[in-house]
């Protein structure tokens, strides 16, 4: 099709593919996140968000069905990358004192990924008559902000006692 031909439909379906297939990897980064996550309240919130994830991934199918297209992922460059950084980070930080706060900022970077995706996908849905896909979407949405608000929270713990730990922090440790 020539680019002229193009339409919001024909990006709206592109971004859903892409969001797809970020969504299906985050579920897996994840679990590996949770598996080397130590801070238990973050462990916690790994996991949580590993199942909220597999249940997104099932709405998207249900607005690949809304549109009355196959669900298919198309490869996210930007998942990719952000996947990437993660387990590069996990090699050069995964034993260190930094382990939890590292792997946090990793997932609020794709949780940050997710919401601009989310944001344009529901808008898009809305502005094409897919009420239902974009109440989906929107629901999809609110919980990518919750989570991220979560990890911001338990950053800020990890981060304090991280330095309590390394005695550079304002707080007397003993
Ligand atoms: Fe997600």
């Not at 024909?10 to 297939?21: H, P, R, S």
């Not at 598996?35 to 597999?54: I, N, P």
């Not at 989310?118 to 502005?127: N, V």
């Amino acid at each position: 099709m020539a680019t002229k031909d193009k339409t919001l439909h024909d990006a709206f379906y592109e971004t859903l593919k892409d969001v797809y297939y970020a969504e299906k990897q985050s579920v897996r980064a994840l679990k590996k996140s949770a598996k080397a996550a130590d801070h238990e309240e973050l462990r916690q919130a790994f996991e949580t968000h590993a199942e909220e994830s597999a249940n997104q991934v099932e709405r998207l199918q249900q607005v690949f069905e809304i549109i009355g297209k196959s669900a298919r992922a198309k490869t996210c460059e930007a998942m990719q990358g952000l996947t990437a950084e993660m387990e590069e980070d996990l090699e050069d930080f995964g034993d260190s004192p930094a382990a939890d706060a590292v792997l946090a900022a990793c997932a609020q970077a794709v949780e940050h990924y997710e919401i601009a995706r989310y944001g344009t996908l529901k808008t898009w849905a809305a502005q094409l008559g897919y009420g239902d896909a974009a109440k989906l979407l929107d629901e999809t949405l609110q919980e990518e902000k919750k989570t991220d608000q979560l990890l911001t929270q338990i950053a800020e713990r990890i981060n304090v006692e991280g330095a309590a730990a390394e005695g550079g922090s304002g707080r007397k440790s003993a």
